[in-house]
C-alpha cells in the first residue's frame, strides 16, 4: 500500500528505512523524501514509526550522540565554495 503517492513510497519502503535506522518522518523524508511534498502522508509515516526500538532514539535519550562523523570529502562541508565567493 502506498504511503506517499507524492513519490510513489509503499509501507515497505518506509519500514526499511525504519529498520535501518530512520526513526523520525524527517529521516524517512531524508531517505525516500516521503512527505517532502504535500505532507499529507506525514501522519501515516508517524504512524509507521510508532514508538518502537530505534537505536538513534535509544543513544539520545541516553545523552550520547546520534549523528555519525564525517567521513570523506563527498560529504557536506558548510564552509565549500566561501572561498570562491570572496
Do not use: N, W
Amino acid at each position: 500500500m502506498y504511503v506517499c503517492s507524492c513519490f510513489g513510497v509503499t509501507e515497505a519502503q518506509v519500514k526499511k528505512h525504519a529498520e535501518g535506522g530512520a526513526c523520525t518522518p524527517r529521516q524517512i523524508a531524508s531517505a525516500c523524501k516521503a512527505g517532502t511534498d504535500c505532507g499529507s502522508c506525514v501522519r501515516r509515516i508517524q504512524a509507521l514509526l510508532g514508538r518502537g526500538a530505534c537505536p538513534r532514539r535509544e543513544l539520545a535519550d541516553q545523552g550520547k550522540p546520534v549523528l555519525s562523523a564525517v567521513s570523506g570529502p563527498d560529504e557536506l562541508d558548510e564552509s565549500a565554495g566561501l572561498d570562491e565567493a570572496a
